[in-house]
C-alpha cells in the first residue's frame, strides 16, 4: 500500500491534501506555529537515534542474559530496517505543499516516531509483557501527533504523513518476522 500510495500522488495531489492543505496555510508563522515546531523537532529524526543509543546500552549491559541480548539485537535491526522507509523520498520525488528542503514523501519524521513506536511495541511484547497495552497507545498517540505537527506546519501532505505510517508499518512487519520476532512469545523462565 504504501508503495502504491507513493506512485498514486507523487505528481499531484489528493483532494483531502489540498483542503487541508488551504485551511492550515499560514498556521507555521504563528505563534502556536513557534509550538509546534519545538514538538516536531523532539518528535523526529533524533528519537530513533535516541532508541539505538538505549538499546546498545541496555545489550551491552545485559550482555550475560542471552534472552535479552538477542531480542535487543534483532530489535536493533528492525528499528534501522523501519527508518530506511524513508530513503523512498528520493524515489518519489514529491514536492512539498509549501517550498521547504528535501521531498514529501514519506515524511521523514512520521517514519522516526513510527519507527520508534514499533519497535518499542515488539520489544514490550518480548520484555515487558504488562506494559503491551500502554505502549500501543503510547506509540500510536506520538505517531498521530506527530504526523498532525507536520501537516500543520505545511510541510507535509496528508497523504505523506500516511504514507510514512504505512510504510513503518509494512516494512516492521515484514523485518520483525523474517527476525522471529513476530508472534510475540513470552520469556521463558527457568526454575
Known sequence: MFILLGIWVRDSAWPLDLVVADAMWGFWQTSGGDVVWVITDIL????????????VFFAVRLRRDAYVLNVLLRSIVLLAACRMVSLFKGVFERDRPRDY???SYPSGHVVSVASVAFTGIVLCGWLARRLLRRVIVLGA??????????VLLDVHWVTDVLGGTLGVTGTGLLVAAALHLIPLRERKVSG
Open 44 to 55: 523526529g529524526p533524533v528519537l530513533p537515534i535516541a532508541m539505538f543509543f538505549v538499546m
Open 101 to 103: 528542503v528535501d521531498f
Open 141 to 150: 498517540t506520538l505517531v498521530v501527533i506527530a504526523a498532525a505537527c507536520r
